[in-house]
């Protein structure tokens, strides 16, 4: 993504996506990224290291919500 189009996604303004750009890049989660077609434009890209947590936050999600829904009975998870 671009900065601002993460900034629309994320619903807040684009000065407060380069400071969390900013943190997210010294921790090696994520690069920036020239756009060869624009010298002024920035992409925001995982790296590696980004990836495997947000897939590892993600699993972690989706077992919490299993375990959750495990505590309800039939009638309740269809409601």
Do not use: N, Y
Not at 16 to 43: E, F, Q, Y
Request: overall charge negative.
């Amino acid at each position: 993504l671009m900065s601002h189009e993460l900034a629309d996604a994320l619903r807040i303004s684009p000065a407060s996506v380069t400071g969390l750009v900013d943190r997210l890049v010294d921790r090696g989660l994520v690069r920036r990224v020239a756009d060869p077609a624009d010298r002024r434009a920035r992409h925001v890209h995982p790296t590696t290291e980004g990836s495997r947590l947000v897939e590892q936050l993600m699993a972690e999600g989706a077992e919490h919500r299993a375990a959750l829904l495990a505590r309800l009975d039939d009638d309740s998870v269809q409601t």
